[in-house]
């Protein structure tokens, strides 16, 4: 019974009052990726031409890419700084949206911060890193041979949209298992409704997957739903022990 009083009831708090800490969290979030944009934006062409690797790769030797406007080196490298602080800051980030939502959490539930903060950067992190090697070198090679019959000519600002959509997306799908855990924590979720709608998450998977990866193959679209689902199978087994423990729990404190 303790515990639950010592859990802050959102009711405490107006809708101004959430409002107000939500934009207090976005604030220090958006300060945070700025100041990281100034060391990054040292490195601008370094991190470009490490983005621009998959795709470089497949074209012909001597091929650049190309702009159309005379600012588009400029806002390139302002937005390849601007990517590469999101993933410098993330956790961070993820902090902020811990103090976001840890008054509505017991007390024994708020001592998860650090390993909330370490798995959400984790398989965002992770999640990039798949993009990068896995996903953004096999769509590219998709698209190059598919127009090996024509001059490519490739302008830097599609191919950074094309790139920040892929990587981010799937970063964000690979935060999957961290959300299912923390969701099962506080019993919104269980193993056993995660099983029984298993069908409709492989759905979900390969719909999500066609909206990130901007190739119509099915192979491509696969690359991203599969490991989506394996992870979604993670997922299930980490709620199954969540809810052990939780199990386990109770039948301890009906027995003291």
């Known amino acids: 019974m303790n515990q639950r009083k010592a859990r802050k009831s959102p009711d405490e708090m107006t809708f101004l009052e959430h409002l107000e800490d939500l934009r207090k969290r976005l604030f220090y979030s958006f300060i945070a990726i700025i100041v990281a944009v100034i060391p990054s934006w040292a490195f601008s062409r370094q991190l470009y031409d490490l983005l621009a690797r998959p795709v470089t790769q497949y074209l012909p030797e001597g091929t650049k890419m190309a702009f159309t406007t005379l600012t588009a080196p400029f806002m390139l490298y302002l937005k390849v700084s601007f990517l590469a602080a999101i993933f410098i800051t993330s956790p961070f980030v993820f902090y902020q949206l811990w103090m976001f939502i840890s008054p509505g959490l017991y007390q024994r539930e708020k001592k998860y911060v650090i390993p909330f903060v370490f798995f959400t950067s984790f398989f965002f992190i992770l999640g990039a890193l798949f993009g990068y090697?896995?996903?953004?070198?096999?769509?590219?090679?998709?698209?190059?041979?598919?127009?090996?019959?024509?001059?490519?000519?490739?302008?830097v600002d599609r191919y950074f949209s094309f790139a920040l959509k892929v990587l981010l997306g799937i970063a964000l799908v690979f935060e999957l298992p961290t959300l299912v855990y923390f969701l099962s924590k506080i019993g919104v979720i269980t193993s056993r409704w995660m099983v029984k709608?298993?069908?409709?998450?492989?759905?979900?998977?390969?719909?999500?997957?066609?909206?990130?990866?901007?190739?119509?193959?099915?192979?491509?679209?696969?690359?991203?739903?599969?490991?989506?689902?394996?992870?979604?199978?993670?997922?299930?087994?980490?709620?199954?022990?969540?809810?052990?423990?939780?199990?386990?729990?109770?039948?301890?404190?009906?027995?003291?």
């Open 133 to 155: 090697y896995i996903v953004f070198p096999w769509a590219c090679r998709f698209f190059i041979n598919l127009g090996k019959d024509f001059q490519p000519v490739i302008t």
């Open 197 to 256: 709608n298993f069908k409709y998450a492989v759905l979900a998977a390969f719909v999500v997957a066609a909206i990130i990866t901007p190739t119509p193959d099915i192979i491509t679209q696969s690359i991203v739903a599969v490991p989506m689902i394996a992870l979604y199978g993670l997922s299930i087994l980490i709620a199954m022990v969540v809810g052990k423990r939780k199990e386990k729990q109770i039948q301890e404190e009906e027995e003291e």
